[in-house]
Every structure is written in structure tokens, then in C-alpha cells.
T-cell receptor, first 113, second 114 residues
Framework: GDSVTQMEGPVTLSEEAFLTINCTYT??????LFWYVQYPGEGLQLLLK?????DKGSNKGFEATYRKETTSFHLEKGSVQVSDSAVYFC????????????FGKGTTLSVSS | NAGVTQTPKFQVLKTGQSMTLQCAQD?????MSWYRQDPGMGLRLIHY???????DQGEVPNGYNVSRSTTEDFPLRLLSAAPSQTSVYFC?????????????FGEGSRLTVL
């Protein structure tokens, strides 16, 4: 079945460092790909998405490109801030096939000043 | 806007007790779902519903019941709680048929079963 694999955490960075969180997926169809973020004590919220190959999703300085050839959707940010400290989840779905959102296990990011 | 509202936020149960986690949304979303979040496991789908009167099982449905009598409400019932059900539970909803991917989540309900 469909699945998502993302890098284990925690990831610890200093403010203004470059961030990459790797995400790869397995899917039988043509899924849409997402990054969700969970701030401490809160529910998840959508950070960015891409619905087809070569699409780039972006939001709040974060970017991710849908790479069909490598089945990847890595999250990047050029300069992280303390306020970016959170848990990041990669997810996929194939709504047309009726699949629910499938999440990776999450990567905890901790940014220090 | 209230969005997705979950109650209670915290609950402690003894093994064998029953309880209901409440979820309500005011966005007229057809699709509603329950996930559990466990350390190192990510989020796993328990049950979901695509409209009033329609429910289906997710990845980990055992030990949980759901019903959907209205568009707004989607309660999750634990009939006989077990320590393995200690977790954080999230309710989420979206418009059915829209390929936006944006699930709207509640703030979570932390359940401890002793």
C-alpha cells in the first residue's frame, strides 16, 4: 500500500541555519503530497502542498518540490527561526482513489537562538 | 471561527471504563475523521466518515466505535478502554470531493488509560 518515509529526528539547528527534512513516498497512483506542521500543544495545520510532478509548494519561507523520478518531497528552508520549532509531517493522498491522508512519522525540529 | 472543536482536552480512565470523545465542526464539511498520534508512529487513521449516516474503518479501528448522525458531529467511543489506547486523539475534517488536501484539525484530546 501507499506509504511515506521521512527522516528521523530530532533535528537541532541554530537560528538562520539551512533546513532540509527528507521525505520519500511509495504510491500506486498519482498522489498529492503535503507537509503539515504541528506546533507544541496544537493540532496539525497544512504548511504546503503539491498536486502533480514538478510542482513546488511554498509557504512561510518553506519549499518542497514534487519529484516523481525520485519519489521525494523534501522540505527546505533557507534560514530557520526559533519560531519554526515544531513537528513536521510529510503526507500523501490519492483522493481520486479514495485514500485517506497517509502521514509519515514526523520529524521534530528544534531551533535555538 | 470555531473550526474543529474537540472535548475533552484531557481525560484519565481506568481499564475497562467507557467514554466518548466529542468532535464538532462548523464548516459544513462532509468528510470527518479520527486519528491517533503515538510517539514514533506518526498519525494513524482510526475511522472516517464521508457524510451523515456513512462511516468506515481506517488503519487501526479495533476498540473504537463511531457514528455520524449529523454533518457537524463525529463522536469517537471507547467501549472498554485499554492501556494500549493511551494516546493523543485528533479529529479532522475537510470538504468532500475537493482535492485540496487540507484537513482541518482540532487541538487534540490526550487520553491516559491506567
Amino acid at each position: 500500500g501507499d506509504s511515506v518515509t521521512q527522516m528521523e529526528g530530532p533535528v537541532t539547528l541554530s537560528e538562520e541555519a539551512f533546513l532540509t527534512i527528507n521525505c520519500t513516498y511509495t504510491a500506486t497512483g498519482y498522489p498529492s503530497l503535503f507537509w503539515y506542521v504541528q506546533y507544541p500543544g496544537e493540532g496539525l495545520q497544512l504548511l504546503l502542498k503539491a498536486t502533480k510532478a514538478d510542482d513546488k509548494g511554498s509557504n512561510k519561507g518553506f519549499e518542497a518540490t514534487y519529484r516523481k523520478e525520485t519519489t521525494s518531497f523534501h522540505l527546505e528552508k533557507g534560514s530557520v527561526q526559533v519560531s519554526d520549532s515544531a513537528v513536521y509531517f510529510c503526507a500523501l493522498s490519492d483522493w481520486q482513489a479514495g485514500t485517506a491522508l497517509i502521514f509519515g512519522k514526523g520529524t521534530t525540529l528544534s531551533v535555538s537562538s | 471561527n470555531a473550526g474543529v472543536t474537540q472535548t475533552p482536552k484531557f481525560q484519565v480512565l481506568k481499564t475497562g471504563q467507557s467514554m466518548t470523545l466529542q468532535c464538532a465542526q462548523d464548516m459544513n464539511h462532509e468528510y470527518m475523521s479520527w486519528y491517533r498520534q503515538d510517539p514514533g508512529m506518526g498519525l494513524r487513521l482510526i475511522h472516517y466518515s464521508v457524510g451523515a449516516g456513512i462511516t468506515d474503518q481506517g488503519e487501526v479501528p479495533n476498540g473504537y466505535n463511531v457514528s455520524r448522525s449529523t454533518t457537524e458531529d463525529f463522536p469517537l467511543r471507547l467501549l472498554s478502554a485499554a492501556p494500549s489506547q493511551t494516546s493523543v486523539y485528533f479529529c479532522a475534517s475537510r470538504r468532500q470531493g475537493m482535492n485540496t488536501g487540507e484537513l482541518f484539525f482540532g487541538e487534540g484530546s490526550r487520553l491516559t488509560v491506567l
